[in-house]
């Protein structure tokens, strides 16, 4: 009787011991399964993630080209194919969990079933029975829970393997030097790609001389910013040397290069919070008295005073200040950090002419007592520098002042007259708009004290003009119109017209299109008739 108790005892130990590695060997199955479709899934997720990000902050931007319902559908896409995605993990998870409650389950069930023979046979007690029952339905559940949480630690495994190949990444080496003799600049036998097979930089080598104003020149894509980023250290050369006062650029300390340095671009960013914050972050110790001399550099002191002074609010993106504004914000920002070299790289692109007369002629006080290199692709703002040098396809293809490459009369002189001849045609075509817009009202005058004129009732609109232009606007009744036409003749007090068509836009922004039915000669009115 002895011996047969402890078989059945030995058999239902078994029975349960075989069910429980059953549980872990079917978690190291489904997890070589798991890993490669949960990968899939976070990248479609984040991808998504990114999708939204980007359509909302661009959704402007969509409307204005009427774009925003075919990257709905896109979007429309890849929602669904991140929720297939989604579900195909939720099936995984379910046969996986399916197949453990199966075996706990089913594992505790060949207890019971074992117990409650046993006691039929007399080889256990009542009391033992059901200790044995109560023990079968408890001795999986740690188990089961272990392969639930599974699951969700599989989740937050790859979401984290992200962040954890992000803090490993290799940190570029950095330099210890905290000294330089001097703040001259070194460009030896520079080149630099970003990409091996193509070399942005190419065999560059020039000199920056100490407290001198250089400016870098050249068409978009030719290597001016490119330079600019290794000179901060953000990029590192593939052969050649970069020195300032002597010393190698990679064996200067970050922060000491920084301090040396400071670079200003055409989209620099300005934090929501105060003014007094975004200026602060240029100084050691904040002073207030400096911040406003700083402004008052910049020209901003009157408008920063009238909207609270340094304790303005700055929304977010600077939302709430001018494209100069910003500009100006962060120059003030540049000359309260007192570098010994300043870059600034396209500072004065996308603002009004206002604004960047004012940003050049701080960068031209700075250059009197700072070393400046200026990085423009309007050649007008350059006229005045020590020395430019001209880029083209990566290389320095001339270099020398203003006078002295006009006098080569090779590529800058070039760019130079091109960009000249554009601007002044611009002045020609604004200063012939003006002529004609007082023109018109002088008539308009003259037609108030004859007492008027004579119209037909289908006229609507009135213009007066002298001589051939395309492109010009005429005004009735408050609407603005806008149309194209073309002058044939014009004698005396005669207007000849033919081809006129165009389309006005009247203040609710219904669009009527319209065409001249005859030419009328008269003392400058005439007629159009919507059609």
């Given at each position: 009787i002895t011996i047969s108790k402890r078989t059945n005892e030995k058999t239902l130990v078994f029975s349960h011991a075989l069910c429980v590695p059953l549980i872990p060997i079917s978690i190291v199955a489904v997890q070589k399964f798991a890993k490669k479709m949960l990968q899939k899934y976070w990248g479609t997720y984040t991808e998504l993630g990114d999708s939204f990000l980007e359509n909302l902050q661009g959704l402007t931007t969509l409307k204005i080209y009427q774009a925003d319902e075919r990257y709905e559908k896109k979007m429309d896409e890849e929602a669904e194919?991140?929720?297939?995605?989604?579900?195909r993990v939720l099936i995984m998870q379910l046969n996986s969990i399916s197949v453990m409650d199966i075996v706990a389950y089913g594992g505790a069930a060949v207890g019971m079933i074992l117990s409650i023979l046993e006691l039929r046979s007399g080889a256990i007690t009542l009391a033992q029975c059901f200790f044995i029952?109560?023990?079968?339905?408890?001795?999986?559940?740690?188990?089961?829970?272990?392969?639930?949480?599974?699951?969700?630690?599989?989740?937050?495994?790859?979401?984290?393997?992200?962040i954890f190949a992000l803090l490993d990444s290799k940190k570029p080496d950095k330099g210890s030097r905290t000294?330089?003799?001097?703040?001259?600049?070194?460009?030896?036998?520079?080149?630099?790609?970003?990409?091996?097979?193509?070399?942005?930089?190419?065999?560059?080598?020039?000199?920056?001389?100490?407290?001198?104003?250089?400016?870098?020149?050249?068409v978009s894509g030719c290597g001016k910013s490119t330079t600019a980023s290794l000179l901060m250290g953000d990029l590192s050369e593939n052969s050649g040397e970069i020195t300032i006062g002597g010393v190698k650029v990679k064996e200067m300390k970050e922060s000491f290069l920084h301090k040396k340095v400071t670079r200003v671009r055409h989209d620099s960013y300005l934090f929501q919070g105060t003014l007094r914050d975004n200026l602060a972050m240029a100084m050691e110790t904040p002073d207030d008295a400096k911040m406003y001399e700083a402004l008052k550099q910049v020209e901003l002191y009157e408008t920063v005073m009238e909207k609270g002074g340094l304790s303005m609010e700055i929304t977010e993106k600077a939302a709430n200040l001018s494209g100069g504004q910003k500009q100006r914000v962060a120059l003030a920002r540049a000359i309260l950090h007192d570098s010994d070299i300043y870059i600034f790289d396209e500072a004065a692109s996308n603002v009004d002419?206002?604004?960047?007369?004012?940003?050049?002629?701080?960068?031209?006080?700075?250059?009197?007592?700072?070393?400046?290199?200026?990085?423009?692709?309007?050649?007008?703002?350059?006229?005045?520098?020590?020395?430019?040098?001209?880029?083209?396809?990566?290389?320095?293809?001339?270099?020398?002042?203003?006078?002295?490459?006009?006098?080569?009369?090779?590529?800058?002189?070039?760019?130079?007259?091109?960009?000249?001849?554009?601007?002044?045609?611009?002045?020609?075509?604004?200063?012939?708009?003006?002529?004609?817009?007082?023109?018109?009202?002088?008539?308009?005058?003259?037609?108030?004290?004859?007492?008027?004129?004579?119209?037909?009732?289908?006229?609507?609109?009135?213009?007066?003009?002298?001589?051939?232009?395309?492109?010009?606007?005429?005004?009735?009744?408050?609407?603005?119109?806008?149309?194209?036409?073309?002058?044939?003749?014009?004698?005396?007090?005669?207007?000849?017209?033919?081809?006129?068509?165009?389309?006005?836009?009247?203040?609710?922004?219904?669009?009527?299109?319209?065409?001249?039915?005859t030419a009328l000669c008269g003392t400058g009115v005439q007629s159009f008739y919507c059609v």
């Amino acid at each position: 009787i002895t011996i047969s108790k402890r078989t059945n005892e030995k058999t239902l130990v078994f029975s349960h011991a075989l069910c429980v590695p059953l549980i872990p060997i079917s978690i190291v199955a489904v997890q070589k399964f798991a890993k490669k479709m949960l990968q899939k899934y976070w990248g479609t997720y984040t991808e998504l993630g990114d999708s939204f990000l980007e359509n909302l902050q661009g959704l402007t931007t969509l409307k204005i080209y009427q774009a925003d319902e075919r990257y709905e559908k896109k979007m429309d896409e890849e929602a669904e194919k991140f929720r297939k995605v989604t579900m195909r993990v939720l099936i995984m998870q379910l046969n996986s969990i399916s197949v453990m409650d199966i075996v706990a389950y089913g594992g505790a069930a060949v207890g019971m079933i074992l117990s409650i023979l046993e006691l039929r046979s007399g080889a256990i007690t009542l009391a033992q029975c059901f200790f044995i029952i109560m023990v079968s339905a408890e001795f999986f559940l740690p188990l089961r829970m272990l392969g639930s949480f599974f699951h969700i630690a599989m989740n937050g495994n790859e979401a984290a393997n992200k962040i954890f190949a992000l803090l490993d990444s290799k940190k570029p080496d950095k330099g210890s030097r905290t000294s330089c003799d001097g703040d001259e600049i070194c460009f030896s036998h520079v080149t630099f790609g970003y990409e091996e097979s193509k070399q942005v930089l190419k065999d560059v080598s020039f000199t920056i001389p100490e407290k001198s104003f250089t400016a870098i020149v050249g068409v978009s894509g030719c290597g001016k910013s490119t330079t600019a980023s290794l000179l901060m250290g953000d990029l590192s050369e593939n052969s050649g040397e970069i020195t300032i006062g002597g010393v190698k650029v990679k064996e200067m300390k970050e922060s000491f290069l920084h301090k040396k340095v400071t670079r200003v671009r055409h989209d620099s960013y300005l934090f929501q919070g105060t003014l007094r914050d975004n200026l602060a972050m240029a100084m050691e110790t904040p002073d207030d008295a400096k911040m406003y001399e700083a402004l008052k550099q910049v020209e901003l002191y009157e408008t920063v005073m009238e909207k609270g002074g340094l304790s303005m609010e700055i929304t977010e993106k600077a939302a709430n200040l001018s494209g100069g504004q910003k500009q100006r914000v962060a120059l003030a920002r540049a000359i309260l950090h007192d570098s010994d070299i300043y870059i600034f790289d396209e500072a004065a692109s996308n603002v009004d002419v206002e604004s960047e007369n004012k940003i050049m002629e701080v960068i031209m006080e700075l250059a009197k007592e700072k070393t400046v290199i200026l990085i423009s692709h309007r050649l007008a703002n350059v006229i005045n520098a020590d020395q430019v040098l001209v880029m083209r396809e990566g290389v320095i293809e001339e270099c020398g002042t203003h006078v002295s490459l006009m006098e080569k009369q090779g590529y800058y002189r070039e760019l130079f007259c091109a960009q000249k001849e554009l601007e002044e045609y611009a002045k020609r075509n604004l200063q012939i708009k003006r002529k004609a817009w007082s023109l018109y009202e002088e008539k308009q005058k003259r037609l108030c004290c004859d007492g008027g004129a004579d119209r037909n009732d289908k006229t609507d609109a009135w213009h007066y003009v002298s001589g051939s232009h395309h492109g010009l606007h005429w005004q009735s009744h408050g609407n603005i119109y806008y149309g194209t036409w073309r002058l044939w003749s014009f004698k005396r007090d005669r207007i000849l017209w033919k081809n006129v068509t165009g389309t006005h836009y009247n203040a609710h922004g219904s669009v009527c299109h319209f065409a001249r039915r005859t030419a009328l000669c008269g003392t400058g009115v005439q007629s159009f008739y919507c059609v």
